[in-house]
């Protein structure tokens, strides 16, 4: 099978019904546009920018400009509208340039979201739960299904799965994803997890004891284990309580005393038969002796 490598062609690649061609003939125009007449992209899926990436990033562009131009469309009366850029457009004007190179486009909104979410999803530095909100969005707000969003990114059906599945995570362990206090790894271990209480415990515990994948593993992989075991346990438990219940009447009734049952969970045990003096123990005797004849 030939590995997809959407990612590697472009945004536009990953456009539907975007071909080389088309694409060619919706940027119109590749220019130097005044910083200050570029909005932001209302359809931004990104709300975090480090700002000592983007200081980094600001310097970089004070030595060697933009090697990337950014993509606008024009919304009329000299201004223009982010499609993709953002961290460059802000590191430009961290950096006080006056104007970016920059391709001007024309795109309806429905494109300006694809687009934007698409240009996120191939950042590197996004962290998971980023990534999963951006195919969240792809899917619900661009009306695409699993299928047709693994062919548009190029990523595998089951990846894409994996990263929404992130989304059911309680607040809290996707803010650790996000903070990075957890990795991806551990995320998708926890995710195993039904219980939202035991996943924020083993959550702590991999903060706390620092734990490796490969640890968190095999602890879900025991709880998981002891999980299944306890259910059994404990009916088999009731289940003999309840027999011996039945039993310690039927012998109470026999022996006119109190008799009582001591057994571990191997059901191994014994039954116990209290006499208060000898006089009692000799009528106990005597009840078997009239058992056994």
């Known amino acids: 099978m030939t590995q997809k490598n959407a990612l590697g062609r472009g945004l536009g690649a990953l456009i539907e019904g975007v071909e080389k061609e088309d694409l060619e003939k919706k940027v119109e125009a590749n220019l130097d546009i005044s910083v200050y007449s570029i909005d932001g992209n209302p359809f931004q899926p990104r709300t975090h920018f480090d ?7 600001a310097s970089s562009i004070k030595r060697l ?7 606008v469309r024009e919304t009329g009366d000299g201004r223009y509208q982010l499609i993709a850029g953002e961290r460059r457009l802000r590191a430009a004007r961290m950096a006080g340039l006056t104007h970016v190179p920059a391709f001007v486009r024309t795109a309806d909104d429905q494109a300006m979201l694809e687009l934007a979410l698409v240009e996120n999803i191939q950042r590197e530095d996004l962290d998971a739960v980023e990534v999963a909100i951006s195919f969240q969005r792809l899917i619900e707000e661009c009306r695409l299904t699993q299928e047709e969003l693994s062919d548009r990114v190029g990523k595998q059906r089951s990846t894409i799965s994996n990263y929404l ?14 903070n990075k206090h957890v990795m991806m790894g551990h995320a998708r271990t926890l ?5 939202p209480k035991l996943q924020m415990d083993v959550y702590y515990r ?7 994948v490969r640890q968190v593993e095999d602890l879900v992989r025991i709880l998981q284990t002891e999980k299944i075991k306890d259910p059994e346990k404990k009916e088999r438990k009731e289940k003999l309580n309840e027999d011996f219940k039945q039993l310690s009447e039927h012998l109470n009734r026999i022996f006119s005393t109190k008799v009582s049952f001591r057994i571990n969970d191997q059901g191994k045990g014994k039954i116990v038969i209290p006499f208060e003096d000898p006089e009692e123990m000799e009528r106990i005797l005597g009840v078997f002796d009239r058992l056994n004849s």
């Open 65 to 71: 400009g933009i090697v990337q131009p950014l993509t």
């Open 191 to 195: 995710i195993n997890i039904e219980n």
């Open 206 to 212: 991999i903060i706390n004891d620092d734990l490796s």
């Open 165 to 178: 599945r992130l989304l059911r995570l309680p607040a809290e362990i996707q803010l650790g994803i996000r």
């Open 51 to 57: 700002e000592q990436a983007l200081e980094e990033l």
